[in-house]
């Protein structure tokens, strides 16, 4: 098993910036891939961002150019930066890992952090 713990959310204001981190720990020699994912009121959960070991990211179109995932392998540790905050990047923010083949599998969750962007 593996256990994410997400930190770092809050309430900005718009065009403002958050970063977000989520330690994984426990059997992590099974993932080689996490990501962030967020749930807004009344909407599926997205997929934000994702990093696989070697580095290769992959992002929603929405976000590109304002946020920024990365990762410290010795650290186990998955980094989400949010610049340029929008009132639509409002939503719970959830921590994921699992593993990349020729897609992402994610089967991990941490317990999700709230991000409010005020207008």
């Known amino acids: 098993q593996v256990q994410l713990v997400e930190s770092g959310g809050g309430l900005v204001q718009a065009g403002g910036s958050l970063r977000l981190s989520c330690a994984a720990s426990g059997s992590t020699f099974s993932i080689n891939a996490m990501g962030w994912y967020r749930q807004a009121p009344g909407r599926q959960r997205e997929l934000v961002a994702a990093?696989?070991?070697?580095?290769?990211?992959n992002y929603a179109d929405s976000v590109k150019g304002r946020f920024t995932i990365s990762r410290d392998n010795a650290k186990n540790t998955v980094y989400l930066q949010m610049n340029s905050l929008k009132p639509e990047d409002t939503a719970v923010y959830y921590c994921s890992a699992g593993y990349y083949r020729s897609s992402y599998v994610f089967n991990y969750w941490g317990q999700g952090t709230q991000v409010t962007v005020s207008s």
């Open positions: 990093i696989n070991s070697g580095g290769s990211t």
